[in-house]
């Protein structure tokens, strides 16, 4: 079998899928002659119910563009040349060393196919191609429910620490309300309300830099890298109104803010930044902005408002609790690992030192975290 590689990205192979059959199953890397196939492909997989705008050829090029990763999209085509199954894999080089991983900073991105042999070609090659390239591992982010524990097992372990957090959306707001537990949520935008506290939505520059300065805040406080201010201004340019941002003021002053992005029926509470005052926060600003988001989401037709995911360490559990009490679906994700240089799987061998990279960098300035995230936060994927 011939690996196709970045430098040889017009060459495709043949994999054949047994000696008894006559058929093959193309699979070779995208190429922009794909690029109308892809987006067909992805229109076709909306009712999957897996296709998040992590997929979309907008967030490839985000993702190239200001973490360097290089992106090895992987296509399965049928004998009439029709994209029948994606894999979309970056390439990402650190100080922990090389990998491919589907997709960096997401939840899943994993195999999206029309049929499960064609989910195990694409892994066949994702494998190999893994080999050719001299990663250390693969690490493919499958949904719950999706073609991972057919296809991978037995030789390809999976880890499971993170959840993903999901609330489904009713036409009538006030359906969803009752679901929210009446001790904690919906108390605390009872409290952001009576304190006099409001709300402005809008996906303006202005409402831009309102987030980022309560991001950049939250990042310190949680002694994690940034993502840089042109990564979310260019998501604000490929997204258009699919982005949203709401913030919740406390007398005059922004005090949290959230970045949401829509996506088909789904939003993603994608981001968030608030001023971490004791007393501002008791207030709950966070449940204000989300209960106002939720409601217009209700309005426009959405049907999922998926918080995105943690762990049970985020935090120290904080976020986990966090979500775990606005969603009515919580999901187990497995992240499956092809090791391909003998190495043990990467989520438990730097627990030691990113805490104490945590340490240093909440003890840090604002303006050094500004200045230092862009190159940092590419070496956590």
Same mark, same amino acid.
């Given at each position: ?37 892809? +987006? ?15 997929? $979309?050829? /907008?967030?490839?090029?985000?993702? +190239?563009?200001?973490?360097?990763? $290089? ?60 080999? /050719? ?5 693969? /690490? ?17 372990? !999976? ?41 402005? !939505? ?92 939720? $409601? ?6 959405? $049907? ?44 438990? /061998? ?22 230092? !995230? ?8």
């Amino acid at each position: 079998m011939t690996i196709v590689t970045q430098n040889t990205v017009a060459q495709k192979y043949s994999l054949e899928k047994g000696k008894d059959e006559q058929k093959k199953s193309s699979i070779c890397l995208f190429e922009e002659k794909d690029k109308d196939a892809y +987006q067909q492909f992805l229109g076709e997989m909306i009712l999957d119910g897996r296709v998040t705008f992590e997929y $979309t050829l /907008e967030w490839k090029e985000i993702i +190239q563009k200001h973490f360097r990763f $290089t992106p090895y999209y992987l296509l399965g085509k049928d004998d009439n040349g029709k994209i029948v199954g994606v894999l979309p894999l970056f390439k990402a080089v650190s100080i922990f060393g090389k990998r491919f991983v589907s997709t960096p900073y997401a939840i899943f991105t994993g195999i999206l196919a029309n049929d499960e042999e064609t989910a195990k070609e694409l892994l066949l090659f994702a494998k190999r191609l893994a080999r /050719e390239q001299q990663v250390d591992f693969l /690490e493919l982010r499958e949904k719950p429910a999706s073609y991972g524990p057919s296809i991978y097992f037995p030789d390809i372990p !999976s880890v499971n620490h993170v959840f993903n957090f999901s609330l489904h959306l009713s036409a009538d707001h006030q359906e969803v309300w009752k679901k929210l537990p009446k001790g904690s949520v919906r108390w605390g935008i009872t409290k952001a309300k009576k304190s006099g506290m409001t709300v402005q !939505s809008g996906n303006t520059t202005s409402d831009l830099d309102t987030f980022y300065h309560l991001f950049l805040r939250t990042r310190k406080i949680r002694g994690v890298p940034a993502y840089p201010y042109d990564y979310f201004k260019d998501i604000l340019h490929s997204f258009g109104d699919n982005v949203r941002i709401y913030t919740s003021f406390f007398q005059g002053k922004a005090v949290a803010s959230i970045f949401l992005i829509y996506h088909n029926k789904e939003v993603r509470y994608a981001f968030a930044g608030a001023v971490h005052q004791p007393e501002i926060m008791a207030l709950q600003p966070y449940h204000l902005a989300l209960w106002q988001a939720i $409601t217009d989401a209700c309005e426009k037709g959405y $049907t999922l408002f998926n918080f995105g995911g943690a762990t049970l360490q985020t935090n120290d559990g904080g976020l986990y609790e966090f979500k775990k009490k606005w969603a009515d679906t919580i999901e187990e994700v497995p992240y499956y690992y092809f090791i391909n240089k003998g190495k043990k799987i990467p989520a438990h /061998e730097q627990n030691l030192l990113l805490k104490i990279a945590s340490w240093v960098w909440a003890r840090l300035p604002v303006s050094l975290i500004k200045l230092l !995230s862009p190159i940092v936060i590419r070496q956590f994927v």
